[in-house]
């Protein structure tokens, strides 16, 4: 069974700072892309950022400038740092990625709460 573990998740003001996290475990034969989304109320799940396993990042325009996505292969984690935070950015924020156990397919974390509020 392959399981992913978001953290980080909070309540932090405008400007301020977070950094998420999301680790991977289980059977993991290989780790592939791996995404971060977001989610609001009534809206659907939306691509933040992703990277590859050479490290190719892609942005949302929305986070370009302002949010870095990085990798430690060794620890099968995925990070999101999130700089400059705005009110827009609260959401439930999911980790997502494509992995090979038994065989491979995208997994999902249970998501971490980010508001962005004064």
């Known amino acids: 069974q392959v399981q992913l573990v978001e953290s980080g998740g909070g309540l932090v003001q405008p400007g301020g700072s977070l950094r998420l996290s999301c680790a991977a475990s289980g059977s993991i034969r290989s780790i592939y892309d791996m995404r971060w989304y977001r989610q609001t109320p009534g809206k659907q799940r939306e691509l933040v950022a992703s990277i590859s396993s050479v490290a190719s990042t892609y942005y949302a325009d929305s986070a370009k400038g302002r949010f870095t996505i990085s990798r430690d292969n060794a620890k099968n984690t995925v990070y999101l740092q999130m700089n400059r935070l705005k009110p827009e950015n609260t959401a439930v924020y999911y980790c997502?990625?494509?992995?090979?156990?038994?065989?491979?397919?995208?997994?999902w974390g249970q998501g971490t709460q980010v508001t962005v509020s004064s």
């Open positions: 997502n990625a494509d992995i090979f156990a038994i065989g491979i397919r995208g997994y």
